[in-house]
């Protein structure tokens, strides 16, 4: 089996995986990483997104090996020790969650898209840019307004 080397979270890892390995499955049941999660399997729902070299990408359609050399940050690697990332906090203070198994992959597009588009994104933009991401407990006002204060907090 190849061996993989990566920056997850800050913190150099490596490891013999099998060339078939999902990213996602690596940092789930490689590095216990368990924030990520694996919603459909199918790159539709947005439960796994994480970002590769400052990028989201869904990692349930990304290999492992694929991220070579790579940085990745999830979920657990947004907050300053126990200083919530600003949109970690914003969903927090906004109840842009329910169930919350789509909160960390909804999470970190939303980091991605205000890093991308700024702060002052509109709620036609964010709803644009959430396509790909589904919630299926909040009807998706309180993420949008989540994103919104999140994204004023972060510039």
Known sequence: MPKVSMTVNGQAVSANVDPRTLL???LRE???LTGTHVGCDTSQCGACVVHVNGKALKSC???AAQCEGASVTTIEGLANGDDLHPMQ???REHHGLQCGFCTPGM???AVDLVNRLGKDVDENTIRHELEGNLC???GYHNIVKAIS????SMG
């Open 89 to 91: 906090e914003a969903f």
């Open 61 to 63: 359609t990304m290999l």
């Open 24 to 26: 996602v499955e690596y």
């Open 30 to 32: 490689n590095l216990r």
């Open 149 to 152: 204060a999140g994204a004023q």
């Open 136 to 138: 299926r407990c909040t």
């Open 107 to 109: 999470i970190m597009a």
